[in-house]
């Protein structure tokens, strides 16, 4: 979108110092927290456990980290191969692996070198297999391997595809999810198209897992983002792996998804536009399980943060029915994110706007409202206060009809403090357009009437210097005794109506 349109949409507005910023927020706190409780079922590291790994037999000799040092450099194959077995052992344990032992003894350098052996896949295999695991460590464990010098060769390994090439993307995923500049480094020696064979929907189950997940790696972190232009040639390939049944896979291939939309329009225009994309991961919003939903939810959020046609996309593959069902699922992080990327609709156009009220989403929000975690409310809060904003006046009288005001108004009572400065500046918004069409006396006498007058005054206490500010502006603008006689609503037994005035504008 424009930055043209973008001011136009807001300059109907008084109160444009919220501006897009604020109305489609693009994710922080809520994406930390999420990312948070989402560790485990995406982890920027894996370990690659040796089944028999703590069975070895009484009469098989367990060799020192010297000793396999040694063995790593003798001339003897069967030797070569057997130290390098060894060394995969200890750095396969389950609790505390010896990384950083092993390093001090030297075992790195006669690993790399392995990795060259075309003569014995079994060494190369074992090699890559050890080399995963040091890189599975700390940020110097990973630095000491990229200084090795292993990647080359673990993208020359991986381009010849089999177990040895599986394994050897699984160290590179190691190595690029340390962080942005490791990332950049294994796309920079070529790692995308030696990996893409691998993401082919007939590649092997255990196969196309690793080398999922590992692209999920290549497109995470920030600081900077990932350069689109070298990861885009894979948005053809992942539009295939999200019509597969794996589980593993589909989450990991969404992981990436939210990665490359977490950022800049351009980018969620490239990924929308991909052919058949946006539709197949639009409905994996209904699968059946949540490490798959989380990841395609926070994808389809993202996109809501981009630009009024990028949100019309979402809206006519259906996002707002599958959004409904999340609103609902009882999964606390689901439907926080849920309540978020609804916010940003009612962060857009009038007609995207009264999209969500037709599909009854105003009725969903004030249900979020009324359940207990304060982080839903927060994202159901802040999806009010957009309309509150942004609305039409019949549009304001279709969220007064659904009965918002009280569960809205007791988050004033919340020891969260955003919270608070959600609903007030919402109040404001909504009391400005009662202002502007002579009903600021029916709204006052219904906040009256449920308490969030006491809850306002409460508030003038307030040590949060924006929360005591917004609720006296309030107070002295529409609740003083000497406030101005501005535009008294006539006489009437209905309830407050916005929409009633000639104007057919609310022009803030």
């Not at 207990?372 to 019949?394: F, H, V, Y």
């Not at 006491?454 to 917004?470: F, G, R, S, V």
């Amino acid at each position: 979108m424009s930055d043209k349109t973008h001011t136009s949409r807001l300059a109907a507005y008084k109160n444009t110092g919220h501006g897009a910023t604020d109305l489609r927020r693009k994710r922080v706190e809520l994406s930390v927290t999420l990312r948070k409780q989402a560790r485990d079922e995406q982890l920027l590291k894996r370990r690659a456990m040796s089944p028999e790994a703590d069975e070895v037999l009484e009469t098989e000799h367990i060799m020192t980290p010297h000793e396999i040092v040694k063995g790593l450099r003798s001339s003897d194959l069967s030797i070569l191969t057997a130290s390098a077995r060894a060394a995969r052992r200890k750095l396969s344990k389950e609790q505390n692996p010896p990384i950083s032992i092993m390093l001090e003894v030297g075992v790195l350098k006669p690993l790399v070198d392995a990795l060259d052996r075309d003569d014995c896949n079994d060494l190369q295999f074992e090699a890559a297999w050890a080399i995963t695991n040091i890189a599975s460590g700390t940020h110097e464990h990973t630095m000491a391997v990229v200084d090795s010098g292993a990647i080359p060769q673990l993208i020359t390994l991986l381009a010849q595809g089999g177990a040895v090439g599986e394994q050897s993307a699984w160290a590179l995923g190691n190595i690029a999810g340390d962080g942005a500049q490791t990332r950049d480094i294994v796309l920079a020696h070529g790692a995308l198209p030696a990996l893409l064979p691998h993401l082919q929907i007939n590649s092997p189950t255990s196969q196309l897992r690793t080398a999922a997940w590992t692209f999920s790696n290549l497109c995470r972190n920030k600081n900077p983002i990932v350069n689109f232009e070298v990861i885009s040639p894979a948005l053809p390939y992942i539009t295939e792996l999200l019509d597969i049944a794996d589980q593993e896979v589909l989450a990991d291939t969404c992981w990436a998804l939210s990665y490359l939309t977490d950022g800049p329009n351009e980018r969620i225009e490239e990924v929308q536009t991909t052919p058949h994309l946006l539709s197949r991961l639009i409905k994996l919003l209904q699968h059946k399980s949540p490490a798959v939903k989380t990841p395609a939810l926070r994808a389809v959020g993202n996109m809501l943060t981009g630009s009024d046609e990028q949100t019309d996309r979402c809206l006519q593959a259906n996002c707002l029915d599958y959004l409904t069902e999340l609103l609902h699922s009882g999964v606390t992080p689901l439907v926080k994110e849920a309540s978020w990327a609804v916010s940003n609709v009612l962060a857009g156009t009038s007609e995207q706007i009264q999209l969500a009220i037709d599909k009854g989403m105003l009725v969903h929000l004030v249900h979020v409202l009324g359940v207990s975690d304060i982080r839903c409310q927060k994202e159901a809060a802040w999806a009010i206060t957009n309309l509150c904003l942004g609305g039409t006046p019949m549009q304001l009288d279709a969220l007064v009809s659904a009965g918002f005001i009280e569960p809205y108004c007791a988050l004033l009572e919340s020891q969260d403090h955003r919270a608070i400065i959600v609903v007030l500046e919402g109040l404001t918004n909504l009391l400005q357009a009662a202002a502007k069409f002579g009903q600021v006396e029916p709204l006052c006498l219904q906040l009256e009437e449920i308490g969030a007058l006491d809850k306002i005054e409460a508030l003038q206490e307030h040590e949060n210097e924006q929360i005591y500010k917004k609720s006296l502006h309030i107070l002295d603008t529409y609740f003083s005794d000497g406030e101005d006689q501005i535009a008294q609503p006539e006489q009437s037994n209905e309830e407050f109506q916005f929409g009633i005035s000639s104007n057919p504008n609310i022009n803030f």
